[in-house]
């Protein structure tokens, strides 16, 4: 990794704590043996790395669905939104999105619109490139409302490493598309449940960027694609 490129690019309040944690073990291992140090520091500095937060430019369209995660897609099936957001019972596609210790894990809004409600559930802490995941992990199901009244379920879900799903944001929230709405600690996944009938734009093994990366187009395609800075 470029060192330069790294502290160039902004970290998220949450890497706080735990880059200056690192930073101080490497210091006391400094002084109680100085090789320690270089093997501390690395670590601290990909601490850094996993908690940054780059601006994004996010395209510009009312229909577009964008990627919450920055990751690569690892599922895309058909099922049910978890029923505890009353989305009904008619299946939709979720497209899921793996995120591995060294992707941003900072997550953002899928598009512009209204949370609607938020379930946490406690649970296990498998491997969140299972598909069980979804039903057995922690985990952290949000409901968003589009402008249209499409509405679509996002899962943030804590994975083998990850231990503490943050989320930023609470029912009745309005934010933008890009906006940031939480982040997952040391490899995770989410789920995206689209509206009925709404075809994902992306394919298995594709990488995704949070903010940047369409998921799919909620009234068909887009014809003409702007950018903002965010």
């Known amino acids: 990794m470029n060192m330069l490129k790294i502290v160039a690019v902004p970290m998220h309040p949450e890497g706080r704590k735990f880059v200056a944690v690192f930073a101080a073990i490497a210091i006391v291992l400094y002084l109680l043996w100085a090789p320690l140090f270089w093997p501390a520091a690395g670590i601290t500095v990909w601490c850094y790395y996993f908690f940054r937060d780059p601006i994004r430019s996010v395209p510009q369209g009312d229909d577009l669905l964008l990627s919450p995660a920055d990751g690569v897609v690892s599922l895309i099936t058909d099922t049910v939104a978890p029923a505890e957001l009353d989305l009904g019972d008619e299946p ?4 899921s999105v793996f995120m591995n210790v060294f992707n941003c894990h900072v997550n953002r809004m899928p598009f512009s619109g209204t949370i609607k409600k938020i379930v946490y559930h406690k649970g296990k802490f498998v491997n969140a490139s299972l598909d069980k ?5 922690e985990r952290n199901v949000l409901s968003i409302e589009h402008a249209s009244g499409a509405t679509i379920a996002v899962v943030q879900i804590a994975g083998l490493v990850a231990r503490r799903i943050v989320c ?11 906006d940031r709405f939480g982040l997952i600690r040391f490899g995770s996944r989410l789920d995206i449940y689209l509206p009925p009938g709404v075809q994902p734009s992306v394919t298995l ?3 995704t960027t949070a903010g940047e990366t369409i998921l799919a187009h909620l009234d068909g395609p887009q014809t003409q694609r702007l950018a903002v800075m965010k």
Request: no cysteine.
């Open 92 to 95: 939709r596609i979720r497209v």
């Open 168 to 178: 930023f944001t609470q029912d009745g929230a309005k934010l933008e598309a890009g």
């Open 205 to 207: 093994g594709q990488t």
């Open 133 to 137: 995941a979804s039903e057995h992990n």
